[in-house]
């Protein structure tokens, strides 16, 4: 479980957040009358806040883990963490405009321009899920709460559906049919034009055809490395403050992809902290689940790992079996199945439906709040005379 180890380091090492407190402890050690200077509180105040709230978010139910309201809570996390950083680069502008601390926040500027890019193709890709919340609209207006179910709303459903299952299931495999991979779905003259997320794409998406969320992920995390011991003892414990919101950056970045879909989803994207960093436990504990999730087999070809997206394509699956298999008029037994599997859809319906609006808006917010947070940061940093 995630929290398992998370929990095992805190009984045995206490919050040793960082190398802040070694150095702490280090000072102590020599000199008794030693007092934490407000900055060293501050900053280990930011490392104890990212590893609480990522312990939070590791603590999730497995059946809650990559739902809408999980990304929700790891955005607003992410929010706060931001927010925490921002100020403490305000408040220490002298040591950022040296070296090395100078560079390093260079490289998290450079970093969060990347993830602008994530944000725009995961606002697309919530665009995409509401083209199939319409699918399922036509599914549940043509059966549901029907007294009478005839062969044309059938029809009409298995339309839906058969267009609901292209567009969830990935097309990873040149020149491979997606509805020829997954015969549940029904028909095998599906168009060329359908054979691909990209039959769907909208005209006014974001990022271009070429845009890869793999590569982009890839390019967020190259060479972030941790400060070495000295590196960090030279910029005051900033370094690390950096390393650590860079990784909190990079994790929230992979989350959203794994979740929603996007051009070439790939999660190869390793993280580099060790658990010597308290906040890291929690976050490689959630990479190595989600990545287990995603190996799954029945998950392998999904196009987003959203606990919804997940849900959709499980109800949508028996159902289109059986509007494969009934005759009409129908028999009794056959509309009760039909009614309950129509009911799950519902529910799916629903969560979809509440839940979208929230998360974009909360999308939209982080974009944002990373434009206005860079400008602001970036312009104090470049006027050196100013007061600090």
């Known amino acids: 479980m995630p929290t398992t180890d998370f929990h095992e380091a805190s009984s045995s090492s206490g919050f040793g957040f960082s190398i ?27 490392q104890k806040q990212v590893a609480d709230r990522f312990q939070d978010l590791a603590a999730a139910e497995s059946d809650e883990l990559l739902s809408i309201s999980w990304l929700r809570k790891l955005l607003d ?9 921002r100020v403490i680069v305000l408040k220490n502008k002298a040591h950022f405009n040296r070296p090395p601390a100078e560079r390093s926040i260079a490289d998290f500027f450079e970093r969060s321009v990347k993830a602008l890019d994530v944000c725009n193709a995961i606002r697309d890709g919530i665009e995409q899920i509401r083209q199939w919340q319409k699918q399922l609209e036509i599914v549940l207006c043509a059966l549901d709460n029907q007294r009478s179910i005839g062969e044309g709303q059938f029809r009409r459903a298995k339309k839906a559906l058969v267009d609901l299952a292209i567009g969830i299931l990935e097309d990873k495999e040149p020149n491979t049919n997606v509805a020829h991979r997954n015969r549940s779905f029904g028909r095998s003259n ?22 890869s969320a793999s590569r982009q992920l890839q390019a967020i995390g190259g060479n972030l490395v941790a400060p070495r011991a000295n590196e960090n003892m030279s910029t005051h414990g900033l370094s690390m403050t950096v390393f650590t919101m860079s990784n909190v950056l990079l994790f929230t970045m992979w989350a959203l992809v794994a979740a929603i879909p996007c051009q070439d989803r790939g999660l190869q994207t390793q993280f580099h902290a060790t658990k010597q960093f308290f906040w890291a436990v929690p976050i490689l504990s959630l990479h190595e689940i989600i990545l287990d999730e995603s190996k799954r087999r029945d998950r392998r070809h999904l196009c987003g790992l959203l606990k ?74 470049s006027r050196p005379n100013s007061h600090d």
Do not use: Y
């Open 20 to 46: 802040l407190s070694r150095r702490r402890d280090q000072v102590h050690s020599m000199e008794s009358t030693h007092e934490a200077t407000v900055q060293e509180l501050e900053l280990e105040a930011f």
């Open 77 to 85: 996390a992410f929010l706060c963490c931001q927010e925490e950083f």
């Open 190 to 211: 599906v168009p060329k034009e359908q054979k691909s997320l990209g039959h769907f794409r909208s005209l006014s998406w974001s990022v271009s055809r070429s845009w």
């Open 308 to 381: 919804e997206i997940i849900e959709l394509e499980k109800c949508a699956r028996p159902l289109n079996e059986l509007t494969d298999s009934v005759n009409f008029p129908l028999k009794k037994d056959k509309e009760v199945e039909l009614k309950q599997k129509v009911e799950e859809m519902g529910s799916v319906f629903e969560a979809i439906k509440d839940g979208l609006d929230p998360l974009e808006r909360q999308v939209r917010e982080v974009f944002h709040h990373i434009v206005r947070s860079r400008t602001e940061c970036l312009e104090s940093l």
